[in-house]
């Protein structure tokens, strides 16, 4: 992922230097474990630790010749190690080694993933309870339909993120295994004990049977879930989107001192972060149709899915944790207009209160077809005119009789919609992911 979307903490993950440090670890434990079991000399192991090294630019030379990445590695360890070098890799096969490391790096990338999101739900939980009840016109089809609150709204993406939290657990623990299993995964040259041994170390679960490779089926379902976090990513992005419309501008983004919006047009206020995260969701989302197609490779082994992972294990981490970290702030310092909210679900006259209309007709005994035709012929009259929709209710003969003007005035009252906002926030806030965060406070 290019540095603009990256933050430190993941890309180290994903670094030449970090993925040879944990190839080099797994050998050397490895080797413990082989001592352990007698297959090569105790003092092996110790000086493969004591002297082991490698140099990125050596293996990079070496790989030029043997156009194999892993004996690349080999041969560089061994030129710090000696002739003991010779029992380093005893029995393993070069998956052993990669499947295994790539592993470690796309779980120490859940971890971090799994932060950003414990961040965004602080957020969401935070200004969910901040406009609990403030007054919003909620939409559909892009039209206004009847009444929210904002609080309701955030509540919505703070459940969905809830649902992500979980599902990205899931996926940490499911790609978190270790295959030492040799050639075609048969453990014809190696002991279990050895892949136990290197699980234990590297924070993994062995694999109950590999093929030579770790299934792919893994890294379907965590890159799946990748773009499923993408995709609430992106749905909250568009809802801040729309808001900050100059049409609509109920919200925006915060636009800091000396920003600039237009290279042209001065006056320009744009939302370039959630637009960012738009396109920074769709990277994402691209890795999962070919990580699916890396479940079927050949027999025991193939690479196809391996130029695959070496693009979008790197870039679909890297690009999900940016995005988590600046969604997350743009909620942390989101600009909210109330009253323009207000203004905005009073626009049509008072139509939002159509169904309290209808209810209330058929429940005076009007048959739902008739209540339907006296509240839509008035309705339409306000969209295509303007006006009062209570006062064009009160003048209609067929509506008076059988709702007073005190009675109509009645249905026109916000708290209706509200009234159970106090139970959804309960549902959703009571279900709560154990994270490190004290959400809310």
Known sequence: MIPRYSRPEMSTIWSEESKFQIWFEIEAHACDAQAALGVIPAEVAKTVWENGAFNIDRINEIERETKHDVIAFLTNLAEYVGPDARFVHQGMTSSDVLDTALAVQMTRASNLILEGIERLLAALRIRAHEFKRTPTIGRSHGIHAEPTTLGLKLATFYAEFSRCYRRMQAARDEIATCAISGAVGTFAHIDPAVEAHVAKKMGLKVEPVSTQVIPRDRHAMFFATLGVVAGSIERLATEIRHMQRTEVREAEEFFSTGQKGSSAMPHKRNPVLTENLTGIARIVRAAVTPALENVALWHERDISHSSVERVFGPDATIGLD????????????????????????????????????????????????????????????????????????????????????????????????????????????????????????
């Open 322 to 441: 940016f995005a988590l970290h600046r969604l997350a702030s743009v909620m942390e310092n989101l600009l909210v207009y109330p009253d323009r909210m207000q203004a905005n679900l009073d626009q049509l006259g008072g139509l939002v209160h159509s169904q309290q209309i209808l209810l209330a007709l058929t429940q005076a005994g009007v048959s739902r077809e008739d209540a339907y035709k006296y509240v839509q012929r008035n309705a339409m009259r306000v969209w295509q005119d303007g006006g009062s929709y209570l006062e064009l209710l009160k003048a209609d003969t067929d509506v008076q009789a059988h709702l007073d003007d005190a009675a109509l005035e009645s249905l026109f009252d916000l708290g209706q919609h509200f009234r159970h906002v106090d139970t959804i926030f309960d549902r959703v806030f009571a279900d709560q992911p154990a994270t490190k965060y004290r959400l809310g406070d």
